[in-house]
């Protein structure tokens, strides 16, 4: 067992999760929560003989923090909603205790008033990447100021104690009884006087997180950027890592938002894992939602897909030991929160049943029977509507993968929620199955040409990745070197931001667009030569070798692989061996398909042996 000994206010799911890391370092913790029966208690039986019992009591008591203070070394918070003057009281009484992240930065986060000021002083005060905002008293007078302000709808939110959208209120007119109704909301034990305060509303069109590490020393890395998709306020789903999804979006979003993300963590004190949310606009710039300065709902996915999750680099970051590393060790990961319903029991029952909340037991079930699917059950005592009970984990090679395993899992949510009464969601477009004919959603291969006359050209390659490669996911587009070459540049610097891994590009004559494309992004490109005699206006009747050694003949620095003129099906087959580079089940399926050709060969042979070769093709 360690000599640290590790504290930590508040004992739900992510201390659990904490636990479980720490565990595997043979760390103890000491959980001070309510009850002996939280999430965390529940797992972590620390030796009582050593006086590592865990407290029973609120995370918001003083006494209860001190109680804790004199059992640890170190103190963190698995929430943000703490007493954060009794933490600042054990700094002075127990100097010897450390605690991450500082009291003054949980003092700032807690309260989201104090933490958008914050982020506004240190990140370039009105270029802060941040939407306008004010604070507001909870009063017509105020409220009424603030819409005359900063428009309708107007966001209104409570300072402090405001999390899953609670304490949130979208205020959509500016009538008495409208504001009299979210003050309702806000404020329903009475109305503090600077409770709130208001943000403009932020038409954006995608919402993202990034899970930010701080060290010791103040250095910060972070996790890739990730999707987050919210229903009724509460985080829904994770995609992970962000892609864009078409060739006109900035393929620097990714990056922008780690970026702006990490400069947010640099300007607050302590170690640990912050969680910092963020808002896509549709112009492709990025302003920060919201921060947790603790392990967070969409850094969950970690844990399967990264090489040390966020759990396991709070332990590092807070105990001053080595972060690990945050990148992912498979091709993509998706996540969905397994939320409590009203609490019926399962309808169909199963030899085990995990809760007598039908819906957890049901996506338990099906996440078990899901590859790369991996569920965690909290262990919380009381289903409720729209609690966190649990989530699922699902990883894959590719985002169309993981999606395609995801699908079982929304689909079973759907089902369930198919009440009479209530409306199902649609099915998001890029959960649909593939249609056989379209490019899907989620590419690894992209098949390009300058122009549609190419297409017969192309269609083999396509035809032959659609029949016997059907776990790899292509898109067919047109993309012309010498007519949009603007386009052209947007989709070689932004393929590899939307996941693709390998670009066949077809064209003709002087065949700029393999070269061109090759030149702007670092994926590798096969080159298909096209007989161009067909093309309006070019060609010249060369027969295709123009284009051949137009291809061929790169220079250095920017190889280009080249097949046989007209040969899409080459070119496809050559894709899907180097994608097969470090998936054994793609080396599998190519041989699989060579022994086919093998097959046809034999075929040929017995043919041969029957009829004589005199007779061979004579029919
Ligand atoms: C290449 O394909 C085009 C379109 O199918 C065809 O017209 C042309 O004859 C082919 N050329 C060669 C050399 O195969
Ligand atoms: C590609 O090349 C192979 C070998 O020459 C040939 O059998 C096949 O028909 C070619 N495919 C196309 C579309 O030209």
């Known amino acids: 067992m360690s000599n640290k000994v590790v504290g930590i206010l508040g004992g739900g799911q992510l201390g659990r999760m904490l636990g479980a890391s720490a565990s595997l370092l043979n760390i103890p913790i000491i959980v001070l929560d309510v009850g002996d029966d939280s999430p965390a208690k529940q797992i972590l039986n620390n030796p009582s003989s050593k006086n590592l019992s865990h407290i029973d009591g609120s995370f918001k008591d003083p006494s209860f923090i001190l109680q804790l203070a004199k059992k640890v070394d170190i103190l963190t918070v698995e929430i943000e909603h703490v007493d954060v003057n009794a933490l600042r009281k054990v700094r002075e009484t127990h100097p010897h205790v450390e605690i991450h992240p500082s009291p003054e930065t949980i003092g700032i986060i807690q309260d989201k008033y104090r933490q958008k000021l914050h982020l506004k002083e240190h990140l370039g005060g009105s270029s802060a990447p941040l939407g306008p905002f004010r604070s507001v008293d909870a009063t017509r007078e105020d409220i009424e100021r603030a819409v005359e302000e900063l428009g309708l709808p107007l966001m209104l939110k409570r300072r402090t104690l405001a999390y899953d959208g609670r304490g949130n209120y979208v205020l959509r007119k500016s009538d008495p009884p409208a504001i009299a109704d979210a003050i309702q909301f806000l404020c329903p034990i009475g109305a503090g006087k600077d409770e709130l305060y208001a943000e403009k509303w932020v038409p954006f069109i995608k919402e993202l997180a990034v899970m930010v590490v701080r060290g010791r020393d103040g250095k910060v890395t972070s996790y890739p950027a990730v999707e987050t998709v919210h229903r009724d306020n509460i985080c829904h789903l994770v995609w992970a890592p962000f892609r864009t999804t078409s060739v006109e979006q900035d393929p620097g979003i ?34 920060i939602n919201e921060i947790a300065p603790r392990p967070h709902n969409s850094g969950h996915y970690t844990i399967e897909a990264c090489e040390s999750s966020q759990y396991d680099n709070h332990l590092r970051a807070i105990l001053g030991l080595p972060l690990g590393s945050t990148k992912m060790k498979v091709g993509a ?38 590859p790369g699917a991996m569920p965690h059950l909290y262990g919380k005592a009381q289903s409720r509507k729209g609690r966190k009970m649990g989530h699922v984990t699902v990883v894959g090679v590719s985002d169309a993968e993981v999606r395609e395993r995801m699908a079982g899992l929304l689909q079973a949510l759907a089902e369930f929620e198919r009440q009479p009464d209530s409306k199902t969601p649609p099915t998001p477009a890029s959960l649909r199955p593939h249609l056989l004919g379209q490019s899907h959603p989620h590419p690894l291969i992209s098949i390009i040409m300058g122009s549609d006359s190419d297409l017969p050209t192309m269609v083999p390659g396509a035809h032959i990745l659609q029949k016997h490669f059907p776990s790899v996911p292509f898109e067919v587009t047109l993309v012309s070197a010498h007519r949009t070459p603007l386009r052209l540049a947007a989709f070689a610097k932004g393929a590899g931001e939307r996941g693709v891994k390998v670009i066949i590009a077809g064209a003709g004559g002087a065949a700029h667009l393999p070269g061109m494309v090759a030149s702007m992004t670092g994926l590798p490109v096969i080159g298909v030569p096209v007989d161009s005699k067909s093309v309006a206006g070019g060609g010249g009747g060369l027969g295709g070798v123009d284009a051949m050694w137009s291809i061929l003949q790169m220079p250095r620095g920017i190889p280009v692989a080249t097949v046989a003129i007209n040969n899409s099906t080459n070119a496809a087959l050559l894709a899907v061996r180097i994608l097969s580079a470090g998936n054994p089940d793609l080396v599998r399926e190519m041989e699989a398909y060579q022994r086919g050709l093998g097959e046809e060969v034999d075929k040929k042979i017995g043919t041969l042996g029957e009829i004589g070769w005199g007779n061979y093709g004579k029919k």
């Open 254 to 287: 990714r990056a922008n938002a780690e970026r702006i993300a990490q400069e947010a963590i640099k300007s607050f004190t302590g170690a640990g894992v912050f969680g910092v949310e963020l808002f896509l606009l549709p112009s492709g710039e990025i302003l």
């Open 333 to 370: 990961a998706g996540m969905v929160n397994i939320l409590g319903s009203d609490g019926s029991e399962p309808s169909q029952p199963n030899e085990i049943s995990f809760s007598p909340d039908a819906i957890i037991d049901k996506l338990t079930h099906v996440a078990l029977s899901t």
